[in-house]
């Protein structure tokens, strides 16, 4: 179903998922995004993924990084090295939708780090995830919170 705007729910969480997977190898292999990009789209049935935003978040959330993780950092309760790399690339996700994407809820930005933590992350990640990034929306959507 689409919506009035013309954006899919559906597809959107469907990227989501699809940079979640292709930031998780990004870190931990170093391989450039564009390739990643590239070889999923090939391997992968992306008929019903919004490509435009995949293709967003799966190239600006690495050059943004720095800028990212000095967001979210704050809030985190333990030390930023410990976290696993899902936590890491759902919490670079969900901080670029707040941050970079207002045209997100940041009910809805929260609500997929929760979804996706719950789908890729430890059993407890999820609870983590939306600590965070409910106290960053505090701070980047103080006008939606009100």
């Known amino acids: 179903m689409t919506q009035a705007n013309g954006l899919n ?20 292999s170093g391989n450039p995004s564009y390739e990643i990009e590239a ?3 090939v391997e992968n049935a992306m008929h019903k993924v919004d490509l435009d935003y995949f293709h967003e978040l799966l190239s600006r959330i690495p050059t943004l990084t720095e800028t990212l993780d000095a967001l979210f950092e704050p809030f985190l309760d333990r030390a ?16 670029y939708e707040l941050k970079h994407r207002l045209d997100v809820p940041y009910r809805v930005v929260i609500n997929e ?4 933590a719950k789908t890729f992350g430890a059993s407890e ?11 960053l929306a505090a701070t980047l959507r103080p006008h939606e919170r009100d």
Not at 113 to 116: A, D, K, S, V, W
């Open 113 to 116: 780090g929760i979804e996706l």
């Open 9 to 28: 729910p559906s597809a959107r969480r469907k990227a989501r998922r699809f940079a979640l997977q292709g930031l998780y190898e990004w870190q931990l």
């Open 39 to 41: 070889r999923y789209r």
């Open 125 to 135: 990640s999820h609870k983590y995830i939306n600590g965070v990034l409910d106290q």
């Open 80 to 95: 930023f090295e410990t976290l696993d790399p899902v936590e890491l690339a759902t919490l670079r996700i969900g901080t």
